[in-house]
């Protein structure tokens, strides 16, 4: 039951990045580019504070992945936060968790994985889910472009993880990410003289979310991912679009329509599918 609730939490947890993010930039409170800010120095200092605070101290994981971490972790940002500008909560989630399992899988195809057929299977369908999401015309419920830039996110986000695969201490690893992230951000500020800023209640939005949601959300969860294992870990994080959703409907009133269903049912049911293997093979 404990692993279950920490497990839980740490959805939520994930899921009211999306929540935070739309009420702060969706209702204008804050602009994209000051909530990632915002969320990036939150996030690294509460994670340098849990390294601190750590019997180990601040453990420095090395050089490899750090680029390609840092760099992940930047797109991922400011592609997410770019696109609640103009994407409905649930929609948000959902186009980040299928794109983010698409880019892994591509991760292992690189890497020379064996890909069993049910993988494939489930690829397709979360593709198919994605394309019903993503397409335009008639009934088209979301901007290709906000839509776009959240696929955006998603890719930054695979690829992060990807580069932290094999880590020995994740939370170390994510620490000296987010911290390294922030000077390059600083450095990139100044030069395109971009000023940052936003209302209290925006700006508090962005806090919470980097400290809380992020720094917390993410130690959390590394913390209970190895007694889940790799298949149930995988499983669970099925819940985030749900419950995003579901957060979006009953904090901001947005909708949910058919077209969001009918994809949403295919990205989940296919990533399920794609897991059902490690998940056997793990003895989850």
Same mark, same amino acid.
């Given at each position: ?36 800010? /915002? ?12 390294? *601190?605070?750590? @019997? ?11 680029? *390609? ?23 948000? @989630?959902?186009?980040?968790? #299928? ?7 591509? #991760? ?14 489930? $690829? ?6 994605? @394309? ?22 998603? /890719? ?22 987010? #911290?390294?992230?922030?000077? %390059? +951000? ?7 003289? /971009?000023? +940052? ?12 979310? &980097?400290? %809380? ?5 993410? *130690? ?10 790799? !298949?149930? *870990? ?11 959703? !579901? ?7 947005? &909708?949910?329509?058919?077209? $969001?269903? +009918?994809? #949403? ?20």
């Amino acid at each position: 039951m404990r692993l279950f609730l920490l497990t839980a939490l740490a959805m939520c947890a994930f899921a009211a990045n999306s929540v935070l993010n739309r009420m702060a930039v969706g209702q204008g409170l804050i602009d994209p580019v000051s909530f990632a800010v /915002v969320r990036l120095v939150a996030g690294a200092v509460m994670l340098a504070a849990l390294m *601190a605070l750590r @019997a180990r101290g601040v453990v420095w994981p090395g050089w490899r992945g750090r680029l *390609a971490g840092v760099g992940g972790l930047l797109v991922y940002l400011f592609g997410f936060s770019t696109a609640y500008a103009g994407l409905d909560t649930g929609s948000g @989630a959902l186009i980040l968790f #299928g794109v983010v399992q698409v880019t892994m899988f591509g #991760g292992a195809l690189v890497s020379g994985d064996a890909v069993p057929r049910l993988r494939w299977v489930g $690829l397709g369908l979360a593709l198919t889910g994605l @394309a019903v999401l993503l397409w335009p015309g008639p009934g088209a419920m979301l901007s290709l472009r906000h839509g776009m830039a959240m696929a955006a996110a998603g /890719v930054g986000w695979g690829i992060y993880s990807l580069a932290g695969r094999g880590a020995r201490d994740a939370v170390a690893a994510t620490a000296w990410n987010f #911290g390294l992230a922030v000077p %390059v +951000v600083a450095v990139g500020l100044a030069v395109a003289q /971009v000023p +940052v800023g936003g209302s209290p209640a925006g700006l508090g939005l962005a806090v919470v979310s &980097g400290a %809380v949601a992020s720094g917390l959300g993410y *130690a959390l969860w590394y913390a209970v991912v190895p007694a889940l294992g790799a !298949g149930r *870990a995988a499983v669970a994080q099925l819940t985030v679009p749900v419950i995003a959703a !579901g957060a979006g409907v009953v904090l901001l009133g947005e &909708g949910v329509g058919v077209r $969001l269903v +009918v994809s #949403g049912g295919c990205v989940l049911a296919g990533v399920a599918l794609a897991s059902y293997r490690t998940r056997r093979s793990s003895g989850s």
